[in-house]
């Protein structure tokens, strides 16, 4: 089957850098997305790598390599309202639209 | 503002009744799809639709089903409710299949099972 696999919790400092982690187990690739929920909120949309590399937007960025399974999400200047969960997912390599999602990294900022 | 909706907001119910949340997507998007989050839990895809059509189903129970109507709005229905069944429930978006890597949530409804 598919498995992915993050850090449950993760802490960092104001105005700091963080890299969340993301290893996925999946016969089939149609690549990495990365969510954002702030609690009691609803998953935002951040990012996608279909091809290995970085892609930045603003002071995220997402990182992918599919030779390695690995994927991460870079996040600079830390805010305190970037503390969050942050979710990795991947198509279903059976059907594109089913979409799994990992268990979530618990982001916690401290001033 | 994803621009997807959801009703109700809140859901409180007993065990043994029967509920329908309800879902439009953000204009223009075809595809549907529904996701349940229990506490401190992941999101577990229950299915998908596109342009009124089942097109993926992931661990649903038996007990749940659901569709999706001609103006692309879509219903989940949840019957027989036990109390493991209270979590968020949430609708999602995206333009159509080949964009399923990038879905755009609504708020959620919050089913609580007393």
């Known amino acids: 089957g598919q498995s992915l696999e993050q850090p449950s919790e993760v802490t960092a400092v104001e105005g700091a850098i963080v890299q969340i982690n993301c290893t996925y187990q999946?016969?089939?690739?149609?690549?990495l997305s990365w969510y954002q929920q702030h609690d009691g909120g609803a998953p935002t949309f951040l990012s996608y790598?279909?091809?290995?590399g970085l892609e930045e937007t603003g002071r995220f960025s997402s990182f992918l390599s599919r030779s390695d399974s690995y994927g991460y999400l870079l996040l600079q200047e830390l805010q305190m309202k970037d503390s969050a969960s942050y979710f990795c997912a991947v198509r279903d390599q059976s059907s594109a639209s089913k979409i799994i999602f990992g268990s979530g990294t618990r982001l916690s900022i401290r001033p | 503002d994803s621009g997807v909706t959801q009703t109700p907001k809140h859901l409180i119910t007993a065990t043994g009744q029967r509920v329908t949340l309800r879902c439009s997507p953000r204009?223009?998007?075809?595809?549907v799809y529904w996701y349940q989050q229990s506490l401190d839990q992941g999101l577990q895809f229950l299915i998908q639709y596109y342009n009124g059509e089942e097109r993926a189903k992931g661990n649903i129970l038996e007990r749940f089903s659901a569709q999706q109507f001609p103006d692309l709005h879509s219903e989940l229905n949840l019957s027989s409710l036990e109390l493991g069944d209270s979590a968020l429930y949430f609708c999602a978006s995206s333009v159509d299949v080949g964009n399923s890597y990038e879905q755009y949530f609504g708020p959620g409804t919050r089913l609580t099972v007393t």
């Open positions: 204009s223009g998007d075809l595809s």
């Open positions: 999946t016969s089939g690739f149609y690549g």
């Open positions: 790598n279909a091809l290995d």
